[in-house]
Each structure stands twice: as C-alpha cells, then as structure tokens.
Nanobody, 114 residues
Framework: QVQLVESGGGLVQPGGSLRLSCAAS????????MGWYRQPPGKERELVAI???????NFGDSVKGRFTISRDSAKNTVYLQMNSLKVEDTAVYFC????????WGQGTQVTVSS
C-alpha cells in the first residue's frame, strides 16, 4: 500500500508564498507521474501541476507562472512552490501519484486571506 503524505499548508496573505511537500512511502521513480490537485470550497477537484518521470511538467492555466513543481528522488518527495498567492487559490491541495494505479494523499488546507 502506497502512502502519500502532504504537508506545508496553512494560512497566508494574498501575495505570499507557501511550499507544499508530498512524501511518498516508496520510491517516486515507480510513478509515471506525480502531481498536485486542488479542490476549492464547493467546486470540483482540478489539476494544479504534474511532473512526469521524464521531468516534463504541466500546470493548470490559473497557476502558470506562479507555481512550480519539483521532486527530490532521494527523499521520495514532490514539492509545490506557490508564489503570488491569490484568494482564489484557497483550497484543499491533494498529492497524486500515478502508475497503473492512482494514489491520493489526505490533502492539506491552503487558505489565502487577509
């Protein structure tokens, strides 16, 4: 059973930054892709960013230019650096790992508010 554990969420003011971490219970090289999704209050889950095994990345349109995704294979961890945060970035952020199965973390709350 694979476990993905997110951390780093919290309350931040608009314009601020946060870095989320997703620690996997096994080597992240076993995943074809890892990523971050978010679910704003009352809305559906949406893609934030993914990083594939070849290092290529994709971002949701609303976060392009503000968020970056990276990984540290030695630590089995994927990061989401979020800059220039906006109120509309408020959501529960979920880590995802994908191979022939789809794995999800429990989520971490990010609240952007003044």
């Amino acid at each position: 059973q694979v476990q993905l554990v997110e951390s780093g969420g919290g309350l931040v003011q608009p314009g601020g930054s946060l870095r989320l971490s997703c620690a996997a219970s096994r080597s992240i090289v076993s995943f074809s892709a890892m990523g971050w999704y978010r679910q704003p209050p009352g809305k559906e889950r949406e893609l934030v960013a993914i990083i594939r095994s070849d290092g290529s990345t994709n971002f949701g349109d609303s976060v392009k230019g503000r968020f970056t995704i990276s990984r540290d294979s030695a630590k089995n961890t994927v990061y989401l650096q979020m800059n220039s945060l906006k109120v509309e970035d408020t959501a529960v952020y979920f880590c995802n790992g994908r191979n022939i199965w789809n794995y999800w973390g429990q989520g971490t709350q990010v609240t952007v508010s003044s």
